[in-house]
């Protein structure tokens, strides 16, 4: 046994005792309720490795401030032009001062009513610029340096919990600990960067049991212009076997100024022109238009307390003429969902294995069919003139890092002026940060798939032969702590174009669980009827308020992470 399972025994054994889950129970849903006594807390990610690409990634309703030497001053009008940046310079606002001298890396304190600044920073670094009254035109090459402001999630919960109980430091890191060790995902994914490896994501989530093996397209940060490869780390980090049958990166080469991004599909979208939806009614009855307009950890958080899907109806513009639409969400899973269920699996108690390996001989078709009679997936559909048309059920994607989703939407039986999407799911599954719809036809794009050049394990073995292709042969994790490292080399890419890099992986994974004891046939019983998952959700929500005496829970409408 290592030493680091020898250090978590014991702490495995105080989780069991009831008390302590009592309390575990109560911090659980004080993390859910934006007290707005407790902190909130940023810090600047520093970057590097500046190129046009990355320049052009960042939104425009960032607050930008130039840095040269001591001296500082925002910059608006911003425009990317032939490896050239432009705009206008003006002297720092009152509202930009609090932030302006800061050094990335620490974590930083700010207020409620400051979030929509202090998370919307982007300080850029430069040898030199020309000027001319408040213009100023910035070479590509000369900027040295970008921060980009960031939530400190880790700061700021510990900051909700502590701050509302007083509870010691040394206790709230031995709660996240169990809650890493405990909590029911998927493979870890790590981007390495000039600073070493960084979290981008979990894949193929959802995919518990053999028969769900699934094909997932993740997102990777844009490569500088300079890269000549994209190193990639898999992880096991959980109680958990990992079978990973696919590993390649797939590289989109495309013009300049766009946005591109996979559908579960594995088709490449171009996005030109993404416009926020004019209404969002949810399923509460009430509006949060402004809450999904822009990227800014403010989420709808599917939490409407009535026995049934909740749901939340997008409305945009349709242009005239438009035959298909892109949606855009910026979203992840709750932790509530990971949480609920293990509740759930906890009913089966001493024939949890039975239970488990029975499911290997289930078609995947009566899996996915139970998922979404639960509201697991995300449910996207359109109105069209009879009625509401399913679109797609997006899979779960982990609740440790939100992912940018795109749909196509077909617009051909959309009558009217207005295109109407609902996005549906069981309570507190999802969290929606942004969402937007592009009208625009996809650009040319060329798209190859690159295996990996050497796949390392811990132990030295290149494992590259296991991940070239989706066949018989698996990567096996089956402990904490296992990793492969893998290396990609990109290929050549056309003057004036630029690269889009997503990993394509291939798997599934199975939960290691220790229960005992005789098991809840009756409850067990109850989750084969459709939405009773989300049933069991609200009333163990309220369940856990009730017994905490937390009853300002139970109706309240938390929209901020």
């Given at each position: 046994m290592t030493k680091r399972k020898d250090a978590i025994l014991p702490i495995l054994l105080l989780f069991r005792q009831q008390l302590f889950q009592r309390i575990l129970s109560g911090l659980l849903l004080l993390s859910f309720l934006p007290l707005a006594i407790s902190c909130n807390y940023y810090r600047l990610k520093e970057?590097?490795?500046?190129?046009?690409?990355?320049?052009?990634?960042?939104?425009?309703y960032k607050r930008f401030i130039l840095r040269q030497g001591d001296n500082a001053l925002e910059l608006k009008e911003?425009?990317?032009?032939?490896?050239?940046?432009?705009?206008?310079?003006?002297?720092?606002?009152?509202?930009?001062?609090?932030?302006?001298?800061?050094?990335?890396?620490?974590?930083?304190?700010?207020?409620?009513?400051?979030?929509?600044?202090?998370?919307?920073?982007?300080?850029?670094?430069?040898?030199e610029y020309a000027q001319s009254d408040n213009k100023v035109s910035i070479p590509v090459s000369s900027i040295k340096r970008i921060d980009v402001s960031d939530k400190d999630t880790g700061a700021t919960i510990a900051s909700h919990v502590l701050g509302s109980i007083g509870i010691a430091a040394g206790a709230f890191a031995l709660i996240s600990?169990?809650?890493?060790?405990?909590?029911?995902?998927?493979?870890?994914?790590?981007?390495?960067?000039?600073?070493g490896y960084h979290f981008v994501g979990e894949a193929y989530g959802g995919a518990i049991f053999a028969p769900l093996e699934r094909d997932d397209y993740m997102p990777l940060p844009t490569p500088a212009s300079s890269a000549k490869q994209v190193q990639?780390?898999?992880?096991?980090?959980?109680?958990?076997?990992?079978?990973?049958?696919?590993?390649?990166?797939?590289?989109?080469?495309?013009?300049?100024?766009?946005?591109?991004?996979?559908?579960?599909?594995?088709?490449?979208?171009?996005?030109?022109?993404?416009?926020?939806?004019?209404?969002?009614?949810?399923?509460?009855?009430?509006?949060?238009?402004?809450?999904?307009?822009?990227?800014?950890?403010?989420v709808w958080s599917f939490n409407d307390a009535a026995?049934?899907?909740?749901?939340?109806?997008?409305?945009?513009?349709?242009?005239?003429?438009?035959?298909?639409?892109?949606?855009?969400?910026?979203?992840?899973?709750?932790?509530w969902l990971d949480y609920l269920y293990d509740e759930f699996t906890k009913q089966f108690k001493g024939i949890y294995n039975h239970w488990a390996e029975k499911q290997k001989d289930v078609p995947a078709s009566e899996l996915y069919?139970?998922?979404?009679?639960?509201?697991i997936p995300l449910l996207v559909e359109v109105k069209t003139a009879k009625g509401w048309k399913t679109v797609d059920r997006i899979h779960p994607v982990g609740p440790l890092a939100s992912r940018d989703l795109v749909v196509s939407i077909p617009l051909a039986e959309v009558p009217g002026e207005n295109?109407?999407?609902?996005?549906?799911?069981?309570?507190?599954?999802?969290?929606?940060?942004?969402?937007?719809?592009?009208?625009?036809?996809?650009?040319?794009?060329?798209m190859q798939k690159i295996a990996a050049a050497q796949a390392y394990e811990k132990s030295g073995q290149n494992v590259r032969s296991l991940l070239a292709t989706s066949d018989s042969s698996y990567l096996?994790?089956?402990?904490?702590?296992?990793?492969?490292?893998?290396?990609?080399?990109?290929?050549?890419?056309?003057?004036?174009?630029?690269?889009?890099?997503?990993?394509?992986?291939?798997?599934?994974?199975?939960?290691?669980?220790?229960?005992?004891?005789?098991?809840?046939l009756v409850s067990l019983r109850a989750f084969e009827k459709p939405g009773h998952f989300y049933l069991f959700s609200r009333q163990r929500y309220t369940q856990l308020a009730e017994e905490n005496n937390f009853p300002n829970l139970l109706t309240a409408h938390a929209t901020t992470r």
């Open positions: 970057e590097n490795a500046v190129s046009q690409e990355k320049l052009a990634s960042l939104p425009n911003i425009a990317l032009q032939e490896n050239t940046l432009t705009g206008t310079v003006h002297p720092i606002p009152v509202e930009l001062m609090p932030f302006i001298d800061k050094k990335p890396g620490s974590t930083y304190r700010y207020k409620k009513i400051n979030e929509g600044v202090a998370l919307n920073i982007v300080h850029l670094y430069v040898n600990i169990i809650a890493v060790l405990l909590k029911s995902s998927c493979p870890f994914i790590y981007v390495k960067d000039g600073t990639v780390k898999i992880t096991n980090e959980l109680k958990e076997r990992q079978y990973t049958n696919l590993a390649e990166l797939l590289v989109v080469e495309h013009a300049p100024g766009v946005q591109v991004l996979l559908d579960q599909q594995g088709n490449a979208h171009s996005l030109q022109q993404v416009i926020p939806p004019h209404t969002v009614m949810a399923s509460d009855g009430r509006e949060y238009t402004s809450l999904l307009a822009s990227q800014d950890s403010a026995p049934k899907m909740n749901f939340v109806d997008l409305q945009f513009k349709k242009p005239s003429g438009s035959q298909t639409g892109k949606l855009l969400l910026y979203a992840q899973n709750s932790l069919q139970w998922q979404r009679e639960q509201g295109v109407q999407v609902r996005l549906s799911c069981g309570f507190m599954f999802w969290e929606i940060d942004r969402a937007g719809m592009d009208f625009t036809s996809n650009q040319t794009m060329t096996h994790q089956f402990s904490v702590g296992d990793a492969v490292a893998l290396t990609f080399l990109l290929p050549e890419k056309g003057k004036g174009n630029v690269q889009a890099t997503f990993l394509h992986t291939r798997g599934y994974y199975e939960h290691i669980r220790e229960y005992s004891g005789i098991p809840n």
